[in-house]
C-alpha cells in the first residue's frame, strides 16, 4: 500500500523528492494533492507503506543538506 510522506508545493519540487528518493533506493511515486485553479498546485509524495519510515530518515537529512 502506499503512503504520503511529504506534501510538495509544486511538480518539480515532487520530481525533485521522488528522483532523490529512488537514487536511495526508496520506491516513490507523485500525484496531484487535489485540484489546483491556480498554477502548478501540491503534489503529494508516496513511498510503500514498508518503506515510509526510512522515507522519513531520508527526507530529513535531504532538508538539512
Not at 502506499?2 to 509544486?10: C, E, M, S
Not at 537514487?23 to 507523485?30: D, M, P, S, T, Y
Not at 500525484?31 to 515510509?52: K, Q
Request: aromatic share 6%.
Amino acid at each position: 500500500m502506499w503512503t504520503v510522506v511529504y506534501i510538495a508545493a509544486n511538480r518539480t519540487q515532487a520530481e525533485t523528492i521522488k528522483i532523490m528518493l529512488c537514487e536511495e533506493g526508496v520506491l516513490a511515486n507523485i500525484r496531484p494533492a487535489g485540484i489546483s485553479m491556480l498554477g502548478d498546485g501540491l503534489y503529494e509524495v508516496m513511498v510503500l507503506e514498508s518503506e515510509a519510515d526510512e522515507a522519513h530518515a531520508l527526507l530529513c537529512q535531504f532538508a538539512v543538506k
